[in-house]
């Protein structure tokens, strides 16, 4: 952060100050420096640093163009040095003192000092910022013969002292002055004073070691000049001592310079100057850290004392020694103010304390409920930590005691029991009520003989009322449905919602196993009279499976059964009802191996298929080929197709499936040759997807195929639920290079107009077309007509089903340019299509 640009003055303003004060600075340290070739205590380089900490390289220039100054104006090197070494010496001091400023930014140094570590950091940093300046000074001197080699390391040791320890009594003031100014110290608890020292803390700063260097001839005494420090850090913390020290180690040299200053050894006055520096930074950093600690145990006792937990500290006896305003109801029992036993405050009392007080004897903290009872003897339900702190000898000497209290939230608990066995949308029995009741019912049929059933149902088409009408609507038709089957369902019969649109009834005490299919049929009969919903009326049906209940059959069981039954009444249509039959666990069971099988599919890179080849009639070479999902199980051999793509679509993988389909057919086709193209199926989900353009370039690209080899294929029911957007995804793929065919065209009420309306490129004719050629003259024209109003819309026609020669001819001679079926070609793995010759 540059902590000087927010000081606000513009930029030219602060470089301008900045070379100001570091001209001023040197001239002060030059002044009090004697006749030696370099300085006592040069403050200069502690300002330097401290502007490039707190604004960063945009303070190097003008650090170098200071110290270029000084050396000219200052200390009148220009005739010794001449110009380029004028030049390199401010340079090359000016940019070590710059860098060292820029490296503790690097160490991330916080500039408000807050800790001793931060202390460390700066200390070390200006220790070791402070030789590079002093080697490379000492060597130009030397250089420009100024010094000679004798007092080459006098003269470096001398300035490596006074840039050191300017750097520790100036960067700290500096720094923590204008941090002070942005109030991100942490000072004395009295209100501080922003820019200065108080009046009393300035007089002694200024007049102990003033008066000190004039009046005394000892160097001893001089440290007396100390106790001002100590005062200020103690009241104003490490911004006021930093400031203090920096005064006191200006005034001491300078007070020396023109007083008596004969009878001081200069190696006693910079250990002076390094002591008062240190003392300054690091007695202010510890002041700072302990009022930082006060505020803090402040704070967490004013927490503590209003917070609405209980919180109380306890001997090893269970005596109270403090506590806050909410422990106060438990702990004082009278009017003397004497606190309890904290035993006395647990329901169970001092038995319960006791073993409480065995579960924290090793120092572990405890956690749990328990039961408080105040001074009127209500009990209160709380949530307990208990903390102990252990003594030298592994004694509990004191116990830390937290207690929340948990009554709103037990009374909370208590509503969710209630609400547990019921659904929260429609009142009915949710579905733990059901099994529980299930398993009562189970066991009556088994010891009783007693008939019974259950029925599964969902409504059918339910999820377009949600996506057409919103879910607010679905809500309203939901428990309008269990408010009317309800109404008509007897006592012995519960109704309840298992989730979504999923109901359940449990018959009991039917008169025979035919009650079931009563029940069902009374259910269908209540739901068949319209809903008055909204502003109109709603029309709902369900898809029932029956499972009458045995004496042989857990509750799970019956569920699952349920479950089956239902599907199957959903697969004849809906709006009808199921009796469960055992055949449909058997293929329920041949559902859930393909459904494994496919979702073990579905997580790998690849999908197995094979490709059936599309050849062109005349040459007899490969035009494209068409995917085909291959599952093979041990038990179960091949899987149809339609039958695994079925399944798919049922556990809502179709499109994750379609995606691997489409990835795995375009690395296929990479590697036949060009152009034999690869066609896929493509489902009417994943043509409601608007990705499906991108998800196709993607393959191609990642494939390395011309995305105009891909081909997708799709039936006419892919139009049904939206033609419109249908149609506008095929423009989107056409747009990119991607072929569309139409599959199984003359299979159900194909119209030619749809040829004139869809953005498709090739057209297949469903085999049903090519059964009866030979025999059927109206089946001949059929073909002969929908080839030629292709060929001129510009469509490809391909012939599917082509099963003996004689169906070949007589398709060349309707005017068909391509064929597939077993006759010229059998579904197979992609590396025999690489064999295969291509168009052209």
């Known amino acids: 952060m540059d902590r000087i640009a927010a000081l606000d003055p513009p930029p030219w303003v602060q470089h301008a100050v900045m070379v100001g004060a570091y001209v001023a600075l040197a001239a002060w340290g030059e002044a009090v420096s004697g006749a030696a070739s370099v300085t006592l205590w040069y403050p200069a380089p502690g300002l330097a640093v401290a502007a490039v900490l707190l604004g960063g390289a945009r303070f190097v220039v003008p650090t170098i163009v200071a110290e270029l100054i000084v050396s000219i104006a200052i200390f009148d090197v220009a005739d010794d040095f001449g110009v380029g070494l004028t030049l390199l010496n401010a340079v090359l001091v000016g940019g070590s003192y710059a860098l060292v400023g820029l490296a503790l930014r690097r160490a991330r140094l916080d500039p408000t000092i807050p800790d001793v570590r931060s202390l460390g950091i700066l200390a070390g940093g200006l220790l070791l910022g402070a030789l590079p300046g002093a080697v490379l000074g000492t060597a130009i001197l030397r250089w420009a013969e100024v010094i000679d080699s004798a007092d080459q390391l006098d003269s470096l040791r001398t300035w490596f002292q006074g840039d050191a320890i300017g750097m520790l009594s100036v960067t700290p003031a500096v720094v923590l002055g204008i941090t002070m100014r942005r109030e991100d110290v942490v000072v004395a608890p009295r209100p501080p004073l922003r820019s200065s020292l108080g009046l009393l803390e300035i007089v002694s700063v200024v007049a102990v070691p003033v008066a000190t260097a004039l009046l005394v001839d000892r160097v001893d005494m001089l440290y007396l000049s100390l106790a001002p420090i100590v005062l200020v850090a103690l009241r104003r913390a490490h911004p006021g001592s930093a400031i203090a020290a920096a005064i006191i180690a200006g005034l001491v040299p300078t007070t020396l310079a023109i007083g008596p200053s004969g009878a001081f050894d200069r190696g006693d006055v910079v250990v002076l100057l390094a002591v008062i520096a240190l003392t300054g930074i690091v007695m202010g950093v510890v002041v700072a850290e302990g009022f930082r600690s006060e505020r803090t145990t402040q704070q967490l006792g004013h927490a503590l004392g209003n917070t609405e937990d209980i919180v109380l500290i306890a001997d090893a006896d269970g005596m109270p020694a403090w506590w806050n305003a909410a422990a106060e109801r438990f702990i004082l029992r009278d009017d003397d103010g004497i606190p309890c036993r904290v035993s006395d405050t647990l329901r169970g009392g001092a038995e319960r304390s006791l073993e409480l007080t065995r579960r924290v004897r ?195 069981e019956v569920l699952r059964r349920a479950d089956l039954a239902m599907y199957r009444a959903k697969a004849r249509g809906g709006g009808r009802y199921t009796v469960y039959e055992q055949a449909m666990s058997a293929a329920a069971a041949r559902r859930h191996r393909i459904e494994s099988c496919l979702r073990a599919a579905i997580e790998e890179p690849t999908v197995p298929l094979h490709y059936q080849p599309v050849i062109a009639i005349d040459s007899g070479g490969v035009h494209f080929a068409e995917a085909l999902l291959r599952l093979e199980l041990a038990d179960l051999g091949k899987i149809p197709p339609p039958e695994a793509l079925g399944v798919a679509h049922q556990i809502d993988r179709m499109a994750q499936l379609g995606r691997l389909i489409i990835a795995t057919a375009a690395h296929a086709a990479a590697a036949w040759p060009d152009p034999v193209g690869v066609s896929v199926n493509v489902s009417p989900i994943q043509l409601r997807d608007d990705q499906l353009p991108d998800v196709l370039r993607r393959a191609a690209d990642a494939a390395g195929l011309p995305v105009d080899r891909l081909i997708v294929e799709l039936t006419e029911d892919a139009f049904l639920e939206d033609h419109e957007h249908a149609a506008s995804v095929l423009r989107d793929c056409r747009q990119i290079g991607v072929r569309v065919a139409l599959d199984d065209f003359g299979s159900g009420f194909s119209s030619l107009s749809i040829l004139r309306t869809l953005p498709i490129d090739i057209l297949k004719l469903d085999n049903a077309l090519l059964s009866d050629l030979a025999e059927s003259p109206q089946a ?19 012939a599917e089903g082509i099963e003996t020669e004689a169906q070949l001819e007589i398709c060349r001679s309707l005017g068909c340019r391509y064929g597939q079926g077993y006759f010229l070609g059998v579904p197979a793995p992609a590396d025999e299509m ?7």
Not at 483 to 512: I, K, N, P, W, Y
């Open 834 to 840: 690489a064999a295969h010759r291509p168009v052209g």
């Open 362 to 556: 090793s120092g572990q903290t405890w956690r749990g409920e328990e039961i408080l009872v105040d001074r009127d003897g209500v009990e209160v339900p709380v949530s307990l930590v208990i903390i102990p702190e252990l003594g030298d000898e592994h004694h509990v000497v004191t116990y830390t005691l937290f207690a929340r209290d948990a009554s709103a939230e037990r009374a909370y608990e208590a509503e969710l029991t209630r609400h547990a066995l019921y659904d929260h949308l429609t009142g009915v029995a949710n579905r733990a009520l059901l099994q529980a009741r299930l398993q009562q019912a189970t066991v009556r049929v088994r010891q009783d003989g007693m008939v019974g059933a259950l029925l599964l149902f969902d409504l059918d088409r339910f999820k377009l009322v949600n996506d057409n009408l919103g879910h607010a609507f679905g809500d309203e038709v939901l428990r309008a449905v269990a408010e009317r089957l309800t109404s008509v369902l007897r006592s012995t019969q519960t109704l309840a919602r298992l989730g979504g649109d999923e109901f359940a009834v449990l018959a009991e005490d039917l008169e025979d196993s035919g009650g079931a299919a009563r029940v069902a049929e009374s259910v269908l009969e209540a739901l068949r009279a319209p809903f008055q919903l909204g502003d109109g009326n709603t029309v709902v049906s369900a898809s029932i499976g029956v499972v009458v209940l045995d004496d042989d059959t857990d509750p799970d």
């Open 780 to 798: 001949r024209a059929v073909v002969k007509a929908v080839a030629g109003v292709a060929d001129a819309l510009g469509l490809d026609v391909v």
